[in-house]
Every structure is written in C-alpha cells, then in structure tokens.
C-alpha cells in the first residue's frame, strides 16, 4: 500500500517561501535582464545581431534555471539518480523519447539539462506565439514552432503539400550552429490509470505511442540531429510527483535512465508523411523501443518496492 505523503508545517514555509523566491527572480529575469535586450531581435533584424542575443538571452534563461534548481534542492532535497548520459556532448543535437509521468518530470529535466546537456527545446504548435508573454520568450529564445497542414486544406490547395516540412526544415536550420535537444514526449500527456484504461494500452507501465508528431519532427531534422536519447523516467511508491507535492519536500527521489541510439534515417529519410510503408516502419521502430522501455520500468519498480518497502498502487 502507498503512504500519502503529510507535510509538516516548515515543509509548507519552506514551499511558500521558494515559490516567493522565484517569482521575484522570474520578474527581475524578465524585466531588467531578458525583456530590454530581446527587443534588439525586432529592431535589428541582422544575422549576426539575432545570434548574439539569442546567446545572450540563453544565458538568462539559464541563470533563472539555476537558481530555480538550486531551490528545488533546498525544498526537497531531491535524489536524481540518473544513469546513461555520459556520452551526450555539450555541443550536440540531440532528440529525447521519454516517457511522461507528471509536470514534475520536466522541472527534474531541467536539474539534468543544466551544465550537462545543450538548452532544451520543445516543437511548440504554431498558433502558441500568440499567447501573450509565454509566446514572446519562446520566440525570442529560438523555441521551433512547427506548421502543420491538414488534409483538407492540402484537398483544397494541392500546392501546401509540403510546405509545413519545409518551413519547420527553415525554421531548425538555426540549430545547424547552435547545440540543443528537442524533447517529445510520446505518449502526448501525463501517464494515469484513467486514461490507461481509456486507450486500452497493451503495455503495462505506458500510454500507447503517438507516432505522427516524433516522425514529423524527426523528419524535419533530418542529418542535424547526433542521436536520439531513450530516456525513462520512474518515481518510487510512495511519491506523487504531482506539482504541490514537488513544492512542499514529497518527492525525495526520482531514477532516471537514458542510452544513446541511433538515428534511424535510413527510414525518417523516406518522408514518412507520405510514404505508408515507411511510416509503418517508423511504426515498428517506436514500438520495440515502447516495449524495451515498459519492461525497463517494470524492472525499476520491482527494485524501488524491495527498498522502499511499499508496492505501487
């Protein structure tokens, strides 16, 4: 049986505290060092203009992580036990497969990314720049925005096939000189027993795979891309790794593993969008690697419940 997690009254100062402490870091991030200086990107619309500050306004987004990593420590204290990162290169291009447990996972990505790996970057849907505030920075710090073309608009005009590959293809050629690491999360949202119901999923621990986005991205890549990175995200019985439990010391430990693969271009090669039997192979490929990974975190609970005691729910 699991335990439910009851923090004490200095854990929730604790949390109350750090979530001031980073607000304040975040607006002074943002309006004194990120804001004045990400104007140049519009008022000086130079190559060399637009690479410097993009670096620059890294940096910032870096510092704010730090420091946001470094409260998340003194919160909880966390233990990242992570293994098969070694030979990611600080320069490289790099495309994480992950499975998605909760929101917490990309917080604790972040105390991996920083130092370690190139700056993390999510494909975002194109109609997201135009959120006020979150739509800016992503611009502004070089986030993809990916353009995609339905079928019926291709049935009304034969001419757009194509082109959301091509210009998300113009939009990654800014990383040709730039390191980074796009992560997908394959199952398109947060593991629950709900929704694994729902899909019916024919694996024990995961979601069933979506296989268009990670093909479309992957395609849109193409040569620059160094490796993709498997990586599996498990939390002990015990945790819930929800948002408000991270905040007040409930998640104590996370294991993490990653292997290097690599980079199946013989068939992302073939415009798996248009091409039926690629796409199957494409298919096929993300299905052994599912399997591999469901089996990996059953064999990582199984040692998880021998430590803590405690089976999972």
């Given at each position: 049986?699991?335990?439910?997690?009851?923090?004490?009254?200095?854990?929730?100062t604790?949390?109350?505290?750090?979530?001031?402490?980073?607000?304040i870091?975040?607006?002074?991030?943002?309006?004194?060092?990120?804001?004045?200086?990400?104007?140049?990107?519009?008022?000086?619309?130079?190559?060399?203009?637009?690479?410097?500050?993009?670096?620059?306004?890294?940096?910032?987004?870096?510092?704010w992580?730090?420091?946001?990593?470094?409260?998340?420590?003194?919160?909880?204290?966390?233990?990242?036990?992570?293994?098969?990162?070694?030979?990611?290169?600080?320069?490289?291009?790099?495309?994480?497969?992950?499975?998605?447990?909760?929101?917490?996972?990309?917080?604790?990505?972040?105390?991996?990314?920083?130092?370690?790996?190139?700056?993390?970057?999510?494909?975002?849907?194109?109609?997201?720049?135009?959120?006020?505030?979150?739509?800016?920075?992503?611009?502004?710090?070089?986030?993809?925005?990916?353009y995609?073309?339905?079928?019926?608009?291709i049935?009304?005009?034969?001419?757009l096939?194509?082109?959301?590959?091509?210009?998300?293809?113009?939009?990654?050629?800014?990383?040709?000189?730039?390191?980074?690491?796009?992560?997908?999360?394959?199952?398109?949202?947060?593991?629950?027993?709900?929704?694994?119901?729902?899909?019916?999923?024919?694996?024990?621990?995961?979601?069933?795979?979506?296989?268009?986005?990670?093909?479309?991205t992957?395609?849109?890549?193409?040569?620059?891309?160094?490796?993709?990175?498997?990586?599996?995200?498990?939390?002990?019985?015990?945790?819930?790794?929800?948002?408000?439990?991270?905040?007040?010391?409930?998640?104590?430990?996370?294991?993490?593993?990653?292997?290097?693969?690599?980079?199946?271009?013989?068939?992302?090669?073939?415009?798996?969008?248009?091409?039926?039997?690629?796409?199957?192979?494409?298919?096929?490929?993300?299905?052994?690697?599912?399997?591999?990974?469901?089996?990996?975190?059953?064999?990582?609970?199984?040692?998880?419940?021998?430590?803590?005691?405690?089976?999972?729910?």
């Open positions: 049986m699991n335990t439910a997690y009851k923090p004490t009254i200095w854990a929730y604790r949390g109350v505290i750090a979530i001031i402490l980073v607000a870091w975040l607006a002074f991030c943002v309006t004194v060092l990120f804001f004045p200086v990400s104007l140049l990107k519009i008022l000086i619309p130079f190559g060399y203009v637009q690479r410097y500050t993009t670096n620059y306004l890294l940096g910032v987004v870096w510092l992580i730090g420091f946001v990593n470094f409260i998340g420590r003194w919160i909880s204290g966390i233990k990242i036990d992570v293994q098969g990162l070694e030979g990611v290169k600080k320069r490289g291009h790099y495309f994480i497969l992950s499975n998605h447990v909760a929101w917490v996972d990309i917080v604790l990505l972040f105390h991996l990314y920083h130092g370690r790996m190139p700056f993390p970057r999510w494909f975002m849907k194109r109609e997201l720049i135009w959120i006020p505030f979150i739509g800016y920075v992503c611009w502004a710090v070089d986030m993809p925005f990916m995609r073309v339905t079928p019926d608009k049935k009304k005009n034969p001419k096939r194509g082109k959301d590959m091509e210009i998300t293809r113009r939009s990654c050629e800014k990383f040709r000189h730039r390191p980074v690491v796009i992560t997908n999360y394959l199952e398109g949202t947060r593991f629950s027993k709900e929704k694994h119901a729902q899909r019916q999923s024919p694996y024990k621990n995961l979601l069933p795979p979506k296989y268009s986005g990670s093909g479309f992957m395609t849109a890549m193409g040569d620059l891309l160094d490796g993709i990175i498997d990586m599996t995200i498990v939390y002990p019985p015990g945790q819930n790794p929800v948002g408000w439990n991270y905040i007040f010391g409930g998640v104590r430990h996370v294991v993490i593993r990653a292997r290097i693969i690599p980079v199946p271009h013989e068939i992302i090669s073939r415009n798996i969008q248009e091409n039926p039997e690629a796409m199957q192979e494409f298919r096929n490929w993300i299905n052994e690697l599912w399997e591999r990974k469901d089996r990996e975190i059953s064999e990582i609970k199984a040692e998880l419940s021998k430590e803590y005691g405690l089976e999972y729910d």
